[in-house]
C-alpha cells in the first residue's frame, strides 16, 4: 500500500482542488476564480522552488517508486510537484471564504488575514508531520520543532497565506490601495486604485506586482527566520 | 463586493462558499487516510496515537468550519 500514498495523496488533492475551485467558481464567478488558482501556483512555486534548491526540503522520497525513474509524482512544475501548489491553494481559498465572506465578512482585512493565516497553520499541524512521516516530502538538516517540522515552517505557513488573503481581497475581489505599497504603487502606475469598476488588464497588473513585491518581502522574512536557532 | 466582477445569484454564492469551506474538512480527512493507509507520525510511535494527535488537531477546524456553514444556512 506505501507505494500507492503518493498517488492517492497527488489525484486525492487534484480532485479536492476541482471542488474548491467550483465552489470559488459558484461564489465569485470565473475571474476571481481563475486568477485565484493561478495566482496560488505564482505564489508558491518561487518560495517551494527555494527551499528545494537551498536543501530545506526534498520531493524525491517516492524516486523510482512505481517503475524505474519515476519522479515521485506525475504533474510538476519545475522541481515542485502541482499537488503541493494545490493543497496549499485548498486551504488558502477555504480560509478566505470562511474568514472574509462568512465569520468576519464586517472585520477589518488585516485582521480577518490574521485569523485566515492561523486557520492555515493550525492546517498544517495536521498536513505536515502526517506528510513527512509517509515520505510526501522530506526535511533535511533543519533543527526539528515540532514532530521533526522547524519551527520557522509553520511562520512560513502563516506569513504566506496572511499575504496572500491580503492580496486577493485588495486586488481580486475587490480593488483597494494597500498600505505601505500605496506610495511605490502611486509612482510607477499610472491608475487609480479604490475603484468601483476595473478593466482586466489593470486588475492583472496590479496582481502580478503586488504578488512580486510581497513574494520577495515574504521570502526574505521567512528566510530570515529559518537562521533562528 | 466584487469591484467590476459579475456577482452570482445569492443561492449559488452560498452554495459556492459551503463547497469552499467543505475543502478544508476533505483535505484534512484526506490526510487521515493518509495516516490510517501508512506510516504512523514520527515521534509519536503508534498508529492510535498519531490518529488521537490528528483528531486534536482537527477539532478546531471542524468547529470554524461547522459554524460557517451554520452561519450560511442561516442566511448570515
Known amino acids: 500500500m506505501l507505494i500507492y500514498t503518493p498517488l492517492i495523496a497527488e489525484l486525492g488533492t487534484f480532485v479536492l482542488a476541482a471542488f474548491v475551485f467550483y465552489g470559488l467558481f459558484r461564489r465569485f464567478g470565473t475571474k476571481v476564480a481563475v486568477m485565484f488558482i493561478l495566482g496560488s501556483v505564482a505564489w508558491t512555486t518561487p518560495l517551494e522552488t527555494l527551499g528545494i534548491l537551498t536543501g530545506s526540503y526534498s520531493y524525491r522520497g517516492y524516486f523510482g517508486s512505481l517503475f524505474p525513474h519515476y519522479p515521485g509524482y506525475l504533474v510538476w512544475i519545475g522541481v515542485v510537484p502541482l499537488w503541493v501548489e494545490m493543497g496549499w491553494f485548498i486551504v488558502s481559498a477555504s480560509s478566505f471564504v470562511i474568514f472574509h465572506d462568512v465569520l468576519l465578512s464586517k472585520s477589518r482585512a488585516l485582521v480577518v488575514a490574521i485569523f485566515s493565516g492561523l486557520f492555515a497553520v493550525n492546517m498544517d499541524l495536521l498536513i505536515d508531520p502526517v506528510a513527512s512521516s509517509n515520505n510526501l516530502w522530506i526535511w533535511q538538516g533543519q533543527p526539528l520543532g515540532i514532530l521533526g517540522i522547524p519551527l520557522y515552517n509553520y511562520f512560513g505557513w502563516f506569513m504566506m497565506i496572511f499575504a496572500y488573503d491580503l492580496i486577493i481581497w485588495h486586488t481580486v475581489v475587490n480593488f483597494k490601495s494597500m498600505r505601505g505599497l500605496s506610495i511605490i504603487e502611486r509612482f510607477l502606475f499610472s491608475f487609480k486604485w479604490d475603484l468601483n469598476s476595473v478593466a482586466d488588464s489593470l486588475r492583472i497588473r496590479g496582481f502580478i506586482f503586488r504578488l512580486a513585491i510581497l513574494e520577495v518581502v515574504v521570502i526574505i522574512l521567512i528566510k530570515t527566520a529559518s537562521l533562528i536557532p | ?76
Open chain 2, 1 to 76: 463586493m466584487t469591484a467590476g466582477l459579475e456577482e452570482p445569484n445569492r443561492a449559488n454564492q452560498d452554495s459556492g462558499r459551503v463547497f469552499v469551506m467543505l475543502g478544508a474538512i476533505f483535505a484534512a480527512s484526506l490526510f487521515i487516510i493518509l495516516l490510517l493507509t501508512g506510516q504512523p507520525i514520527k515521534h509519536l510511535g503508534n498508529i492510535e496515537v498519531s490518529l488521537l494527535y490528528s483528531i486534536l488537531v482537527c477539532i478546531p477546524v471542524l468547529c470554524v468550519v461547522g459554524l460557517s456553514i451554520r452561519k450560511v444556512k442561516m442566511g448570515k
